[in-house]
């Protein structure tokens, strides 16, 4: 059977937020690598299933990666009472065959082709200024990316100034109340262990 012809099934996971709710689905939704988080409805002219998630009045906002929608919901209602609804709108309309997204966000990317190989424009990361910090870009990538993403989330890179790394928490790490504890006693502990001359602490920026 063609994977075209597999239907999309949708189920939820929990997140370590709970204001946001995991859509994983069983077929890549974008190109592998891929995503996109949107505030509000105002920013969804080139995602048409946002922007139709954003009619539900309890979305506050919908963040998107390869194979999983994360929803990050306002406090008025609890999950209990909205997931199988929007588990069903999210599987009736990509079943329907209705747009995913049109055209993904632009994103920063490098002045020159010095570290290419490691930014995309699908990462979100900042591009990187030196070998220091194409290295903490590569070890996001590689030991922190994917555990994020198992929880719904996206971290990426900012800058690198006086020791300090800046990272961006999208998505369910956005707001999440464990995400101090995971960026100190995890990334923090992991550059500093790889990089130790190079960085002295982790903070993290509000998206």
Partial sequence: MNIQEIPYIIYAEET??????KFVANKLLLVSGASAEYNNASETSDAP????LF???FVKKVFLASNFITITKHDQLEWEEIRDE???FITQYLNDGNAIITKLPKREMPKDNSFKETVSVNTHHNAPANEVENKIIEVLE?????AVEQDGGLITFKELKDGIVT???RGSCSGCPSSTMTLKA???ALLKRLLPDDVKEV????V
């Fill in 203 to 206: 903070v993290s920026e509000a």
């Fill in 186 to 188: 995890g990334i923090e």
């Fill in 167 to 169: 990272v961006q928490m």
């Fill in 55 to 57: 009619e539900f009045p």
């Fill in 49 to 52: 299933i946002a922007k139709k």
């Fill in 142 to 146: 590689q030991y922190i990316r994917p």
């Fill in 86 to 88: 929007l588990r069903v």
């Fill in 16 to 21: 370590p937020n709970p204001s946001s709710l």
